[in-house]
Structures are given as C-alpha cells and as structure tokens.
C-alpha cells in the first residue's frame, strides 16, 4: 500500500532527523550535512502528508495525485459521487492531508514573504544611514558604537559592518569576517534556513523540529567560515568571533545572516573547529551521502504517483 510506505518513509525521515540533530560527523562536511538535512526535510513533509492522502484516496486505487483529480471529478465535476468504501475515517484522513499540505504551504510563502519584505525595509534603511568607506570597499558602514558583521542577501545583496567592528577587529579578523559574509551572500543560505523557519512557525510544539532548525543554522555557519578559510588565516576568524563574543555583538537585524549572532554554545564549536579541525570526511563518503539524499528526495514524489 502506498499510504503504508509513505507513512514508514515519514516515520523514517522523523528517526533520521532526530539522530541527525545528535550527529557529529555533520561538521567534519557541513555542506553535504546540509544537503541532507534538505533532503529529510522535503521527504518527510511529502510523505507525512501523503500518507494521509493515499490512505484517504485508496478507493480510487491511482496513486495520490491521480487520486485527488479522481475525487474532485466524482465530488465537483458531475461524476457519480464518492465510491463506497468511502467513510468517515477516510473524510477525515483527507481533511487532515489537505489541511497539512495547505499549512505547510502557507507557512512557507508567509516567512518568506515577511523576510522579504523585512530585508525590502532594511535596505531602505541603509541607502538613508550608511555610507561606504575606502577602508573596506563594496560593504556599507553604519556609524553604531556596537560591533556587528551581518549580510542582506537577495538580489541587491549587501554586506554591513559597524563603526564599533571597524575598531573592535584587526584587519585580518576585519578580512575573514567580511569573507565570511560574502560567503553567505554567494551560497544563498537565506535560501537553506527559510524552509526550516518556516517548518518552526508551522509545528513550535516540536523539539525535533527546535533542534533540526538550530542544527542547520550552525551548519551553515560552518560553510561559510569553511569558504573564508580560503581567503585568509582560520584564525583570525576564530578571534575574530571570540572578540564578537566577549563586546557583545549586535544581534543581525530580521532577514539578515550575522557573523557571530548565534548562541554561544554555537560559536564556541565554530571556534573550536576553526583552531582544531578535525579530518575531513572521505570523498567517498560525502558522495555517497549526497546521492542518498537525491534518491531520498525523490522518493516521496514517486510514490505519490504509483498507483495503490
């Protein structure tokens, strides 16, 4: 039954995320992490709500979506009403399905839409209360005694650091801060924390879902600070944060991605990986990671197309 293995997939993805949340290996290949955590992310809300939908649906016996045009054909369009296993439980579990798949929808496009317009704001803001100054090229500066890094991305993506981080920070920690930033910029990460937000808003209640958004949110820290290393010393950047941490660092404003906004437990394991990194994960391994979670994405979507 493809309710069955929905419901078992579903299952599959809420173990997998709450052993995830626990995993370490996840900051020795915090890309690949992150693939994966996108990956059960997806999986699980298709096939939460799928389940529900494929056990509603079963009496059309064509799979969930074929299902859904077959059910509002008989209910809406003239055709000769609701089949006759048809009964309360399976009302219900269709109620519920909809109801889920609508919700998470809705979510989704109301935190992006509040992000966007949140980062629409800022941007005004800044075009009245920065300026640009030759020391650190293409970033706007604001004239704030507190220390704070942050970035806008979008598609007028802008860097932002304050007066009080341009003498808080040497110009090496000034360098890896910046690069840090541009790194999020780059790799759009606003992108990879949204649905997350998003999931957050939907289910509050939910400590797996709690910890999978803070376990992505240190996750993409981490990539960025794995980009930057590039561009200059690990070290300046961990001492960077360490100073962040100790001035107090201005929170990043709503929409924005801060160099050292997270909690402190949070920086402390950037710090300590940028100082002491570990080996990283094999080749192998992350390939094989990054195709598991491709067949898991995929997964959901074909069974909702297999017939029952």
């Known amino acids: 039954m493809t309710a069955a293995a929905l419901a078992t997939l579903a299952l599959a993805c809420a173990v997998g995320a709450w052993r995830l949340t626990r995993a370490r290996w996840t900051y020795r290949a915090p890309h690949v992490a992150i693939v994966l955590w996108q990956a059960l992310g997806v999986t699980w809300g298709l096939a939460g709500t799928g389940a529900l939908l494929g056990y509603a649906l079963e009496p059309y016996g064509q799979g969930v979506l074929h299902g859904l045009a077959g059910f509002a054909t008989s209910a809406f369009g003239g055709g000769q009403g609701l089949p006759r296993p048809y009964g309360l439980p399976r009302i219900v579990a269709l109620i519920a399905g909809l109801t889920a798949l609508a919700v998470l929808i809705m979510v989704l496009l109301a935190a992006g839409v509040q992000t966007f317009r949140a980062r629409h704001r800022h941007r005004t803001l800044l075009a009245l209360i920065a300026r640009e100054d030759p020391v650190v090229p293409g970033v706007r500066v604001l004239d704030h005694p507190g220390a704070t890094a942050y970035c806008v991305p979008g598609l007028r993506s802008q860097v932002v650091v304050s007066e009080g981080a341009l003498k808080l920070l040497s110009a090496d920690e000034l360098t890896a801060v910046l690069a840090h930033e541009t790194a999020h910029v780059r790799e759009r990460h606003d992108l990879v924390l949204l649905p997350f937000a998003a999931l957050r808003r939907a289910l509050p209640w939910s400590r797996v879902v709690k910890d999978a958004q803070s376990e992505v949110s240190l996750l993409v820290e981490m990539a960025a600070d794995d980009v930057a290393r590039r561009y200059c010393s690990p070290r300046r950047l961990a001492t960077a ?28 394991a950037r710090v300590e990986r940028l100082v002491t990194p570990g080996p990283m994960l094999p080749l192998g391994v992350r390939y094989a990671i990054v195709a598991f979670s491709v067949t898991l994405t995929a997964s959901a979507p074909l069974l909702w197309l297999i017939p029952h």
């Open 241 to 268: 944060l360490l100073r962040f941490g100790t001035a107090g660092a201005v929170p990043a404003p709503r929409g924005a991605l801060g160099a050292a906004t997270s909690s402190s437990a949070a920086v402390m």
